[in-house]
């Protein structure tokens, strides 16, 4: 089936540093790609849809800023969290539709944690 | 826009008991509606699907139905095991690539 590979699966960082997440699609095209945080115990919140070759769509109360996603390519998709503070620690995933019916296939998961 | 509530929020079930999961929907336009499986530390996988134009569906000890009528859905896992143990999600998807996720329901399968 669709797979999606997401890198890396934990990652710690300083302060004010920046941190970038990969999503690539393994022997598929995706040509949309949702980035979703989710704190401890809570559901799924979507932050952003990335689609190859435009600029990304973020959700309410997300900052583009801060937030930076480039999809460059049908295989490849990326959040760089930017100027990272304690409060952005979180569990990043991506996911992407696939098949006749949209079901997503997503990513395993990125835990940052900020000190 | 669409909305998703999931039902309970947590669930504990002895196991080789069924265990129930709930949700209701508010757009009568939704016509997909997929369940996932999230594991601790990973990210969620889906388990079944259905789509508006099918009333039940099953695969091995997951069933799903739905009531078009009422804007609900249900999750049933039979004869539960301890690696059922994980978060389910329920989602409704109006067309396109839009998908609305439920709350989440956190099962706990005692051995």
């Known amino acids: 089936g669709a797979v999606v590979s997401q890198h890396p699966s934990w990652v710690i960082c300083k302060s004010g540093t920046s941190v970038k997440i990969e999503c690539r699609s393994l022997?598929?095209?995706?040509?949309?790609m949702f980035w979703y945080r989710q704190f401890p115990k809570q559901s799924l919140m979507l932050m952003a849809t990335?689609?190859?070759?435009?600029?990304?769509?973020?959700e309410q109360g997300v900052e583009k800023d801060k937030f930076l996603i480039n999809h460059a390519s049908l295989t490849l998709s990326t959040l760089t969290v930017t100027s990272a503070h304690p409060e952005d620690s979180s569990f990043y995933i991506c996911?992407?539709?696939?098949?006749?019916?949209?079901?997503?296939?997503f990513g395993s998961g990125t835990r940052l944690t900020v000190v | 826009g669409e909305n998703v509530e999931q039902h309970p929020s947590t669930l504990s079930v002895q196991e080789g008991d069924s265990a129930v999961i709930k949700c209701t929907y508010s757009?009568?336009?939704?016509?997909?509606f997929p369940w996932y499986k999230q594991e601790l530390g990973k990210g969620p996988q889906l388990i079944i699907d259905?789509?508006?134009?099918?009333g039940e569906k099953k695969d091995q000890r997951i069933a799903v139905t739905l009531n078009k009528t009422a804007k609900h859905f249900s999750l049933h896992i039979t004869e539960t095991q301890p690696e059922d143990s994980a978060v389910y999600f329920c989602?409704?998807?109006?067309?396109?690539?839009?998908?609305?996720f439920g709350a989440g329901t956190r099962l706990f399968v005692k051995a």
């Open positions: 990335s689609n190859e070759g435009s600029k990304a769509t973020y």
């Open positions: 989602a409704a998807s109006p067309g396109g690539f839009k998908t609305i």
């Open positions: 996911s992407t539709p696939f098949g006749a019916n949209y079901g997503y296939t």
């Open positions: 259905i789509r508006s134009n099918v």
């Open positions: 022997d598929f095209q995706a040509t949309t």
């Open positions: 757009d009568s336009a939704s016509n997909y």
